[in-house]
């Protein structure tokens, strides 16, 4: 069973950043890919960055945060983080990190609150 723990969530201005963590439970090189959801309110859940962590290692962000957001991994730490610049209060959402073993499992966090308001 893999746990997922996120962390770095916070009330943030518009135009700051944030950090998100996501810290597993195993080795991360055992996921076939890692990633960020969030969850808007009255909004359903939507992709906002994945990473393959085999092959190329490609990396997907949504169009909104495109040139905004970066997810990277720490493999020694088990972690994956989202740092995120210039922050609009559209990007208000609970974050969900996300991991996919090899063997087509998914697995959840249970999300931090990221609020951008002045």
């Known amino acids: 069973q893999v746990q997922l723990v996120e962390s770095g969530g916070d009330l943030v201005q518009p135009g700051g950043s944030l950090r998100l963590s996501c810290a597993a439970s195993?080795?991360?090189?055992?996921?076939?890919?890692m990633g960020w959801y969030r969850r808007a309110p009255g909004k359903q859940r939507e992709l906002v960055a994945f990473?393959?962590?085999?092959?190329?290692?490609?990396?997907t962000y949504t169009d909104s945060v495109k040139g905004r957001f970066t997810i990277s991994t720490d493999s020694a730490e088990n972690t994956v983080f989202l740092q995120m610049n210039s922050l609009q209060p559209e990007d208000t959402a609970v974050y969900y990190c996300?991991?996919?073993?090899?063997?087509?499992?998914?697995?959840w966090g249970q999300g931090t609150q990221v609020t951008v308001s002045s």
């Open positions: 996300n991991a996919l073993t090899r063997s087509h499992l998914s697995y």
């Open positions: 990473m393959t962590l085999i092959g190329s290692g490609t990396t």
């Open positions: 195993g080795s991360i090189l055992s996921f076939s890919g």
